[in-house]
């Protein structure tokens, strides 16, 4: 959560990582920080990224993982963002080619 009080109330891509696996890249047109704290304090509705860890989680368990247990997996990743006044673009140009 300290990464995420760092973040800039601005729009922005960003990236988390876990090691050196991208495991997600998302964009959001308003604040950074506000997105990035939905998806570690959120829930498999509110965020795509917790929906994808926690389906991961699933598979490995052999069972439903929980809020706690997923918000575990994420504050392990590491979060990068870059500002931009055109996210939907840089994340289309960093991921597409």
């Not at 829930?43 to 706690?68: I, M, P, Y």
């Not at 990743?77 to 931009?84: K, L, V």
Request: glycine fraction near 10%; proline fraction near 3%; aromatic fraction near 4%.
């Amino acid at each position: 959560m300290e990464t995420v009080a760092a973040a800039p109330r601005t729009p922005g891509v960003h990236v988390v990582l876990d090691g050196d696996e991208i495991i997600y890249v998302g964009f959001t047109g308003r604040e950074l920080r506000d997105r990035m704290r939905q998806h570690l304090t959120g829930n498999r509705k509110s965020s795509v990224l917790h929906d994808q860890v926690g389906q991961e989680l699933d598979h490995e368990l052999g069972r439903q993982a929980d809020t706690v247990e997923i918000a575990e997996r994420l504050n392990r990743c590491e979060i990068r963002w870059r500002e931009t006044d055109d996210p939907e673009g840089l994340k289309k140009r960093c991921c597409d080619g």
